[in-house]
């Protein structure tokens, strides 16, 4: 099964790392360690430079204003939350040990090159990247699965960026419903959309999470999501750029566990008995005689009643069978049998 495949089935876990591991490679493979533990199916990172995204510039429209962020320009909080690129190759080892897989985000086209050399197997493109179409053509043009999230992007947006993959000969894409506040407020979410966003767009649909907890995972597996990603940290005391809407360990992995299970709960759209059920079938009522019934003898109120278990026919017929003559002779507790009301 190859990596789209594998997205399509099922829910697939990504773990952000983002700037969690607030400059320490050690942080870095811990994280990666504890996520494959808590049962993520890969490990994301990002891989830009403060000068790959930005410029060193203070003027008035590059300084960040309110928010986590308030204080910082583009380029300092780039330069502070990045992964060194030196690290990346020892990172996709350290995941490919764990058994997770390693997924990066290209912010240009040098960093394409650069996760194509040390051989990644598919790409993700960040929300405020979606209006780039000349770089989400040069990534799709690579030939591998593309993980696109919709943050802030209208609907015509999203069809642009699909087509920029499609004039590619790109079809391996998976959407992932997004909404960029850090964190996402949940009357903000709108995940009601992802059913839509799958029918309108034919192709899988995700949630890419910034809210607090794992109760909107529950609900984007419930409405059809088959991607989450989420932002993981080993502790909200280790200062980082990401780490105030970013989720503990302990707590990942419980939500690893809610979205599978609510995967379970979900099922398919069935009317089909499952094997347990078939085994309380028994708990049923059915009609039986509560009192000898002669042959001959008239059923009634007084006779027959509708009780557990399921050892006579249906209730159903109850009425049907009030006030006709008894086939056979019934003692207390005999199951009314089918041939009465045939």
């Not at 952000?16 to 996520?35: L, R, T, W």
């Not at 996760?115 to 179409?133: R, T």
């Amino acid at each position: 099964m190859n990596l789209y495949e594998k997205m399509k089935s099922g829910v697939y876990v990504i773990a952000e790392m983002s700037a969690n591991h607030a400059g320490k490679i050690e942080n870095a493979f811990k994280i990666i360690e504890e996520a494959a533990k808590a049962g993520a199916d890969c490990v994301k990172i990002q891989t830009y430079t403060a000068d790959t995204l930005t410029i060193d510039c203070d003027d008035e429209p590059y300084r960040i204003k309110g928010g986590l962020w308030d204080g910082y320009n583009y380029y300092q909080l780039y330069q502070e939350a990045y992964t060194p690129w030196e690290w990346q190759q020892q990172l996709k080892d350290k995941c490919e040990e764990a058994g997770v897989d390693f997924l990066s985000t290209p912010f240009d086209r040098t960093a394409v090159d650069f996760l194509e050399g040390i051989g990644i197997e598919f790409y993700k493109i960040a929300s405020f990247e979606l209006v780039d179409i000349p770089l989400i053509e040069y990534t799709a043009g690579k030939g591998k699965p593309m993980i696109m999230s919709c943050g802030m992007a209208s609907e015509e947006e999203i069809a642009e960026a699909l087509a920029a993959c499609r004039r590619q000969g790109n079809e391996q894409v998976i959407l992932l419903k997004c909404c960029s506040q850090y964190p996402a407020q949940y009357e903000d979410m709108n995940v009601s959309v992802i059913p839509d966003m799958k029918e309108r767009f034919g192709i899988p649909v995700g949630l890419s999470d910034h809210s607090m907890g794992s109760l909107a995972d529950v609900v984007a597996v419930s409405l059809g999501a088959q991607v989450i990603e989420k932002h993981v940290c080993l502790s909200h005391e280790i200062e980082n750029p990401d780490a105030a809407f970013s989720m503990e360990m302990k707590d990942f992995a419980q939500m690893v566990q809610d979205v599978r299970n609510a995967c379970l709960i979900k099922g398919r759209p069935t009317y089909e008995l499952t094997e347990h059920e078939k085994g309380s079938l028994k708990y049923r009522r059915s009609l039986v005689a509560v009192k000898p019934i002669a042959e001959g003898e008239l059923f009634t109120e007084e006779n027959v009643r509708s009780i557990r278990p399921a050892i006579g026919i249906k209730p159903k017929y109850y009425k049907a069978l009030l006030g006709k003559t008894a086939k056979k002779a019934y003692r207390f507790g005999e199951p009314i049998g089918q041939l009465e009301v045939e």
